[in-house]
């Protein structure tokens, strides 16, 4: 149980358009839904937090309107990237928690290039 | 005040040792610390997690001990095995709770890196 999928897991995209990630919860329903962002070698650093239904919760300093999140159902969040740059060429990965405990659980992660 | 401080920042141990990796906290209102193993281009899966009503858990070959008055826990891996060798990141949540789902925001430490040799 408690299965995370994301898609794509690797995206090459040019500069300035836009990339969208999906992030599924298979067998729970999540009420709540993380994105994360992970460096070479860095730990994970949190995007923004958001709950079905409502709008995300962005971390300090992450730009809202560059990192779009939706989070349409209980077991769909998505993540857009708009007007992507090189710089944003990063490992996205989400996680998901049922909200019952404080468990989260990861999706396996998508590889974003900008060139 | 949140911060989680791990260390060591890598680790290099030989088959059938035990790796020790050791975190701290600074908030006492946390109050939910799991281990996170990640291998490399993969998203990071729970590995094993207590809460500070137990000072010690134990799974298979995964023990966490837990010492609250020194705000520390601690993830020993018994019999090390070279399949063990990824990054290992503690964390920890609590506190917050309410709607938006502040209470579980993990907060995690800077990762070890393992490496099992033969």
């Known amino acids: 149980g408690a299965v995370v999928s994301q898609h794509p897991s690797r995206v090459i995209c040019k500069s300035g358009t836009s990339v969208k990630i999906e992030c599924r919860s298979l067998?729970?329903?999540?009420?709540?839904m993380f994105w994360y962002r992970q460096f070479p070698k860095q730990s994970l650093m949190l995007m923004a937090t958001?709950?079905?239904?409502?709008?995300?919760?962005?971390e300090q300093g992450v730009e809202k309107d560059k990192f779009l999140i939706n989070h349409a159902s209980l077991t769909l969040s998505t993540l857009t990237v708009t007007s992507a740059h090189p710089e944003d060429s990063s490992f996205y990965i989400c996680?998901?928690?049922?909200?019952?405990?404080?468990?989260?659980?990861f999706g396996p992660g998508t590889r974003l290039t900008v060139t | 005040q949140q911060q989680v401080k791990q260390s060591p920042q890598s680790l290099i141990v030989q088959k059938g040792g035990i790796s020790i990796i050791n975190c701290a906290y600074e908030?006492?209102?946390?109050?939910?610390f799991p281990w996170y193993q990640q291998f490399p281009g993969k998203g990071p899966a729970l590995l094993i997690a207590?809460?500070?009503?137990?000072s010690e858990k134990k799974e298979g070959r995964f023990t966490i001990s837990f010492n609250k008055s020194a705000k520390q826990f601690s993830l020993h891996i018994m019999d090390s095995q070279p399949g063990d060798s990824a990054t290992y990141f503690c964390?920890?949540?609590?506190?917050?709770?309410?709607?938006?789902?502040?209470?579980?925001?993990?907060?995690f430490g800077t990762g070890t890196q393992l490496k099992v040799e033969l």
């Open positions: 958001s709950n079905e239904g409502s709008k995300a919760t962005y």
């Open positions: 908030n006492t209102a946390f109050d939910y």
């Open positions: 207590i809460r500070p009503d137990v």
């Open positions: 996680s998901a928690s049922s909200g019952r405990e404080n468990e989260q659980y």
């Open positions: 964390a920890a949540s609590g506190g917050g709770g309410g709607l938006t789902g502040g209470g579980n925001k993990l907060t």
């Open positions: 067998d729970f329903q999540a009420t709540t």
